[in-house]
């Protein structure tokens, strides 16, 4: 596997929490993408941080990648329950087009 | 824009029969991926094509799966013979990627759920 994880995480919080999800990987590469699946759909991009940038924000989503310890995060604030979601890293080789695909956070926010 | 459309969202088989999914990628993508869906694996890359030619199916079981691009509009993915280990959900992606260029997003269907009884 790209990646060091190898089983499906699972983080129940409190609505109005922070939250962040962290994921690493084996091999180089010079994006990493975020994907969420709601139950019963396909997962969907929701943010994309590439290796010049270290940190990248979309509304209340914050992602960062730290190429020299092979690591991205995944934060959520004020998380909602809107949230709750199965949360997938994703990353690829440079120059080669598929998309390998973490083992996932399962997030539960609760009222 | 529909969106990547699978058929069908679920199919029932006995073991031994033969499982045929479909996708329809969103048009104008040039590139179009299946991927593999259990608990236990994670999602898993199977194959790929880019217009319309497979470029890498490094991730397809070698026996029994087989997937095809007839033309722009669709993609087939059959199992032969299948087994219980192939119950899955089985997705379908589409993308405007390049070959080596920039990276774009994967937009994915809702998949297809196989149980294999």
């Known amino acids: 596997s790209q990646w060091g994880e190898e089983n499906l995480q699972a983080l129940s919080i409190q609505e109005g929490e922070d939250v962040t999800m962290n994921c690493s990987y084996k091999t180089y590469t010079t994006v990493v993408h975020w994907y969420r699946q709601d139950s019963g759909r396909g997962p969907a991009l929701i943010i994309l941080i590439r290796s010049n940038e270290r940190e990248k924000r979309s509304g209340r989503l914050r992602a960062t990648l730290d190429t020299s310890s092979q690591s991205s995060s995944l934060s959520i604030t004020a998380a909602q329950c809107e949230d709750t979601a199965v949360y997938f890293c994703?990353?690829?080789?440079?120059?080669?087009?598929?998309?390998?695909f973490g083992s996932g956070t399962k997030l539960t926010v609760e009222p | 824009n529909a969106g990547v459309i699978q058929t069908p969202r679920h199919k029932v088989t006995g073991k031994g029969q033969e499982a045929t999914l479909w996708c329809e990628p969103i048009?104008?993508?040039?590139?179009v991926f299946w991927y593999r869906q259990t608990i236990v694996q994670g999602l898993e890359f199977l194959t790929y094509?880019?217009?319309?030619?497979?470029?890498?199916d490094s991730g397809m079981p070698k026996e029994r799966f087989s997937a095809q691009m007839p033309n722009q509009s669709h993609s087939t993915l059959k199992i032969q013979s299948t087994q219980p280990q192939d119950s899955a959900v089985y997705l379908c992606?589409?993308?405007?990627?390049?070959?080596?260029?920039?990276?774009?997003?994967?937009?994915f269907g809702e998949g297809s759920k196989l149980t294999v009884l």
């Open positions: 992606a589409s993308s405007t990627r390049d070959w080596g260029g920039c990276t774009g997003q994967l937009y």
């Open positions: 048009s104008g993508h040039s590139a």
């Open positions: 094509f880019r217009n319309q030619a497979p470029i890498d």
């Open positions: 994703a990353t690829e080789m440079p120059n080669y087009n598929v998309l390998y």
